[in-house]
């Protein structure tokens, strides 16, 4: 085990390591992307909430990892007849790390920013529901909605709902400050970032010391660092074909789970040709998602029709409306007046996944007369122009948001889909709480997705966690991108 301060060469990475620290008071957990900053109200990146989610912030409310809402910073709530005013009770005596008291004006401040006109929250559209924030005193706070969201508190459980104090909101980039049960310690880098425990937690105090959150990569070193002890666990492990090499170790498992991924490429429907909805459908046409799965997923995934995960309990088993067909794929290029040899740019961000399908999806679409060009972006890169702003013809990126269809009715989204069916469904979906009437709504949602195939929806895959066997814990099962680390300990 390690900690704090010794540096070790393994496989080319350096680990930080202390011999001074209780080893049952420390763990290192292993990720492959280093976040962008450490903000989930500026930023739609995943690795954000990894790090941060119900470690180093909270909010109103959470989701456990069954995927159900619970109170959190909002010990209860009432919800007025109409479904639009929340009232929400404040747990009591709670500070952020900077020794400032929560109040309700921190719900308010944290809220209003979030949808107002200048924020790069990734869920803005969300935000923008609120109509004001009242507080009739520090311990309760009064949101009010132009219309009813069903969705409101599962919503607020999201990492960009994150609450925060108008004293650090502007440094949390590099330096967060929330009301987490572990706080910001240090990032090199590159290579880590440590936060330690929150001595004046209101909660249950987290049992260990300091977690280690490592950026790894290359899955062939963090083998070698889990295989070393040098790492103690490495959820969402990223390359099944190297699980084979921990299966006889005595002191590791490999715990199967699941969590809402969703692979997709994304087109641009703004942007030509993507715009006619025949050349969307020959995309479709023209992969073979089931050959994809068994490259890209090792033959344990799920060929997607719509945009929802199977762990959702709304997922609908969908009819193949696009099985592989690259001479119905090249009729309807044609058909829309697409030459052979018209060039197109897949851009992809740096992820082995995102990089693996690309290559793969360039391949099928060059077999029925485009072009492709490979693009590959840094993070910053295609957040900024991909996600930002959505400058581009295709993307391949997987959603790993919960329960996220409502990305399809937003007027800013980076693949630019507008349907007034969908938004007709989607607002009668978010004005009822009824479960029955939202989960047919919600089939609908999805099935006229399938029918517009704005994105081609490629794949969902199950999640490998390689761990320690005596932690105990751990999400395995992931229902939002976050790894929470407060329950989280070593066997006795």
């Not at 969590?259 to 490429?265: H, V």
Request: net charge negative; hydrophobic share 40%; glycine share 6%.
């Amino acid at each position: 085990m390690k900690s704090a301060c010794v540096l070790l060469a393994v496989a080319g990475l350096r680990f930080v390591s202390s011999a001074s620290a209780d080893p049952r008071e420390t763990m290192s957990i292993g990720v492959s992307i280093e976040p962008p900053g450490l903000d989930p109200t500026r930023t739609p990146s995943e690795a954000v909430g990894t790090i941060t989610y119900n470690n180093i912030y909270e909010g109103l409310t959470r989701l456990d990892r069954e995927g159900h809402v619970q109170p959190l910073l909002a010990r209860e709530w009432t919800v007025s007849d109409d479904g639009r005013v929340y009232h929400f009770t404040l747990q009591d005596n709670v500070h952020f790390h900077d020794g400032s008291l929560l109040t309700c004006e921190n719900v308010r401040f944290s809220l209003l920013r979030a949808g107002a006109s200048t924020s790069t929250n990734p869920d803005r559209s969300f935000f923008t529901n609120i109509v004001d924030v009242a507080c009739p005193d520090a311990s309760h706070a009064d949101v009010t909605l132009k219309k009813p969201h069903g969705s409101f508190t599962y919503e607020l459980a999201w990492n960009d709902a994150s609450i925060l104090s108008p004293a650090s909101a502007d440094k949390n980039v590099s330096h967060p400050i929330g009301t987490g049960p572990f706080q910001f310690q240090e990032w090199q880098r590159g290579d880590h970032v440590t936060l330690s425990r929150n001595p004046d937690y209101w909660g249950k105090a987290p049992l260990l010391k300091t977690v280690i959150f490592r950026f790894m990569p290359d899955p062939l070193a963090a083998s070698n660092a889990l295989l070393a002890g040098e790492l103690d666990a490495y959820p969402s492990f990223p390359a099944p074909e190297v699980l084979s090499r921990f299966i006889d170790h005595p002191s590791i498992r490999i715990v199967r789970g699941t969590f809402p991924f969703k692979a997709i490429l994304a087109l641009n429907n703004a942007r030509r040709p993507f715009n006619d909805i025949r050349v969307r459908q020959a995309v479709a046409y023209a992969i073979d998602r089931k050959a994809l799965v068994q490259a890209g997923a090792d033959g344990e995934g799920t060929v997607l029709q719509s945009h929802m995960a199977p762990n959702d309990p709304d997922y609908a088993a969908l009819p193949d409306r696009y099985p592989y067909n690259p001479e119905r794929a090249r009729a309807l290029l044609k058909e829309a007046g697409i030459r052979p040899g018209t060039q197109l740019t897949l851009s992809y961000p740096p992820i082995t996944y995102a990089r693996d399908t690309s290559e793969i999806v360039a391949a099928y679409l060059e077999q029925v007369g485009l072009i492709v060009t490979l693009q590959p972006l840094e993070w910053p890169a295609w957040l900024g122009q991909v996600f930002g702003k959505g400058k581009f013809d295709m993307t391949v990126i997987a959603h790993t948001e919960p329960h996220d269809i409502g990305i399809y009715d937003r007027e800013a989204i980076y693949f630019h889909y507008k349907s007034p069916e969908f938004h007709s469904l989607f607002e009668q979906y978010e004005a009822t709480e009824n479960p029955e009437e939202r989960h047919r709504l919600s089939v609908a949602m999805q099935d006229r997705l399938a029918q517009d195939e704005p994105n081609v929806f490629l794949y969902s895959r199950p999640r490998d966690t390689v761990m320690n066997s005596h932690i105990l814990g751990l999400w395995t099962d992931q229902q939002i991108a976050a790894c929470p680390m407060g329950d989280v300990s070593w066997e006795p």
